[in-house]
């Protein structure tokens, strides 16, 4: 029994360890320390702060390569997971190549930022498309495209908290709200100026019978009549810093 004690011991520590980061993983404690340090209530980024705590972004992406999602895991739980390893690693993307004027200079003509794999979750590389398209719009919430930040001025804004599975439909409810009445969209009775992402992703937001209107009107503060003209504005890629 003596010789199989210390054994027992290590097994039973590295069991502890390992639900200790389970938990952990959930809280995301780190990004949401980061966001609230380096990030306004704009959604505005300082990225050369962020530059100065790289070894704490570092440490929340590594966290999240060691604790990809389980089959155990609630939809939630994937769900905040996933849009907070989408914004870290954009993060992560912009200071690696800072100063740069926009995400889509990162990488030249031949390789788009967006699908370049260095994402690492559970060991395997991921490109931001496949957090996006591949995973979390596969669960069915057009909320999420408010949620996710692609480090450009007409995106939905990075919220200065991390998304945490408790708080998750409050979140991505405020997400929604606040983006579809900020200035990224013109909102009148009869007449929408919308963003693009209405029409890049139309179809998801165009489900169970319903329209874009429709789901518009589910947050705008403006109602909006069924009849009213669509349009779409520009788009600017522009980074999202301070």
């Known amino acids: 029994m003596r010789i199989y004690l210390p054994i027992i011991l290590v097994c039973f520590l590295m069991m502890s360890i390992t639900c200790l980061h389970a938990q952990e993983i959930h809280q995301h404690k780190q990004w949401n320390q980061l966001l609230q340090a380096h990030v306004d209530k704009n959604g505005d980024v300082d990225y050369k702060a962020f530059q100065k705590n790289q070894a704490q972004l570092d440490a929340y992406l590594d966290l999240l390569n060691e604790n990809p999602p389980q089959d155990s895991w609630t939809t939630n739980e994937k769900k905040a997971y996933l849009i907070n390893a989408y914004n870290a690693f954009t993060v992560k993307l912009i200071i690696d190549n800072y100063p740069v004027e926009s ?20 060991g395997k590389a991921y490109s931001l498309d496949d ?37 998750l439909d ?30 890049w992703y139309a179809s998801d937001f165009e489900t169970d019978g319903k329209s874009i209107i429709d789901f518009i009107n589910r947050y705008s503060k403006q109602n909006i009549s069924e009849n009213a003209s669509i349009n779409y504005l520009s788009y600017s890629w522009k980074l999202n810093e301070k």
């Open 103 to 122: 995400i889509r200079k990162i990488g030249g003509l031949f390789n788009n930022p967006f699908s370049t794999e260095f994402a690492k979750l559970g």
């Open 131 to 167: 957090i996006e398209k591949g995973m979390l719009l596969k669960m069915g919430d057009p909320r999420v495209h408010f949620a996710v930040n692609c480090a450009s001025e007409s995106c939905p804004k990075l919220v200065n908290e991390a998304y945490l599975a408790s708080q």
């Open 170 to 199: 409050k979140q991505l409810e405020a997400a929604a709200r606040s983006f579809v009445n900020s200035d990224k969209n013109k909102l009148s009775n009869n007449k929408l100026e919308l963003s693009k992402i209405f029409k």
